[in-house]
Nanobody
Framework: VQLQAFGGGLVQAGGSLRLSCAASGGTFTRYSMGWFRQAPGKEREFVAAITWSGYASTYADSVKGRFTISRDNAKSTVFLQMSSLKPEDTALYFC????????????????WGQGTQVTVSS
């Protein structure tokens, strides 16, 4: 499956953005989906994940209550709604697909998009 993330941009602290990730070339419902991010000079970190059905999700503590992951299986797309953004949310955001069940481990994800940049100004 090929993944393409988009929707990043520059936003002021406290603002919102919605990232989208469109999948093609595979059966979207085979995969649980996740979002990861990587800031300059830092390791890639888990943000959120959602099961193939969309009925269960999990979040990193740093984004819990501010970010919401969802998916539209009819459109083969996963979303990340980000609210109350902080400068520390600035990073390159990646969507990823996994044939494992809900996971926060990047090694469980075999399919990755190219990343979309989110910059939050203070």
């Amino acid at each position: 499956v090929q993944l393409q993330a988009f929707g990043g941009g520059l936003v002021q602290a406290g603002g919102s953005l919605r990232l989208s990730c469109a999948a093609s070339g595979g059966t979207f419902t085979r995969y649980s989906m996740g979002w990861f991010r990587q800031a300059p000079g830092k390791e890639r970190e888990f943000v959120a994940a959602i099961t193939w059905s969309g009925y269960a999700s999990t979040y990193a503590d740093s984004v819990k209550g501010r970010f919401t992951i969802s998916r539209d299986n009819a459109k083969s797309t996963v979303f990340l709604q980000m609210s109350s953004l902080k400068p520390e949310d600035t990073a390159l955001y990646f969507c990823a697909g996994s044939e494992s069940n809900l996971s926060d481990n990047a090694h469980e994800y075999g399919y990755w998009g190219q990343g979309t940049q989110v910059t939050v100004s203070s």
